[in-house]
T-cell receptor, first 112, second 114 residues
Framework: KAGVTQTPRYLIKTRGQQVTLSCSPI?????VSWYQQTPGQGLQFLFE???????NKGNFPGRFSGRQFSNSRSEMNVSTLELGDSALYLC???????????FGPGTRLTVL | KQEVTQIPAALSVPEGENLVLNCSFT??????LQWFRQDPGKGLTSLLL?????REQTSGRLNASLDKSSGRSTLYIAASQPGDSATYLC?????????????FGAGTRLFVKA
């Protein structure tokens, strides 16, 4: 069974631009969560989608948004990029909220 | 508000040693606790998941225990190998304002010397 895939793996943007990251969950998994990982703040929860509905959201500004499609694939969008948005963005999928989470390899975003 | 702490932040041991990594959480009303390993610049690899009704889980040389009443979990690694060198993270899942959330600790960076 294929694991969680994320595209692109690396991205370089400049301040003020916007970016879209993509995540394909494990087949059969309807829940997709997004996390931001930085050396200073560690792993922080962004949001979770289940069956195309945002079920939960972390403490991030409205510049961070996401969506989930009917095939469970998810996208995350960050608008008006800031230098502090440079991070590893991780996506995780699972069958339900009480179940084991499986992570993708991440997208490394660098904002110049 | 759930807080997850991992001690120590870093650990260096000789190959072959048995070791214990600690994870503590402030809110004992968790549904599950999951241990992960992360290699530098990579995603997280799931090691073990313990549901709140369970006391421990084992996989190969790894054994994880959960004591909800004391707010603690431990990951025991037997006969450590250089390939075990990585950062180990624990994550507590439970209900919080806004719904179910998974809160991660900052991790323990493990180095196993050959």
């Amino acid at each position: 069974k294929a694991g969680v895939t994320q595209t692109p793996r690396y991205l370089i943007k400049t301040r003020g631009q916007q970016v879209t990251l993509s995540c394909s969950p494990i087949s059969g998994h309807r829940s997709v969560s997004w996390y931001q990982q930085t050396p200073g703040q560690g792993l922080q929860f962004l949001f979770e989608y289940f069956s195309e509905t945002q079920r939960n959201k972390g403490n991030f500004p409205g510049r961070f948004s996401g969506r989930q499609f009917s095939n469970s694939r998810s996208e995350m969008n960050v608008s008006t990029l800031e230098l502090g948005d440079s991070a590893l963005y991780l996506c995780a999928s699972r069958t339900g909220e009480y179940n084991e989470q499986f992570f993708g390899p991440g997208t490394r975003l660098t904002v110049l | 508000k759930q807080e997850v702490t991992q001690i120590p932040a870093a650990l260096s041991v000789p190959e072959g040693e048995n070791l214990v990594l600690n994870c503590s959480f402030t809110d004992s009303a968790i549904y599950n606790l999951q241990w992960f390993r992360q290699d530098p610049g990579k995603g997280l690899t799931s090691l073990l998941l313990i549901q709140s009704s369970q006391r421990e889980q084992t996989s190969g040389r790894l054994n994880a225990s959960l004591d909800k009443s004391s707010g603690r979990s431990t990951l025991y690694i037997a006969a450590s190998q250089p390939g075990d060198s990585a950062t180990y993270l624990c994550a507590a899942g439970g209900e919080s304002t806004g719904g179910f959330k998974t809160i991660f600790g900052a991790g323990t960076r493990l180095f196993v010397k050959a």
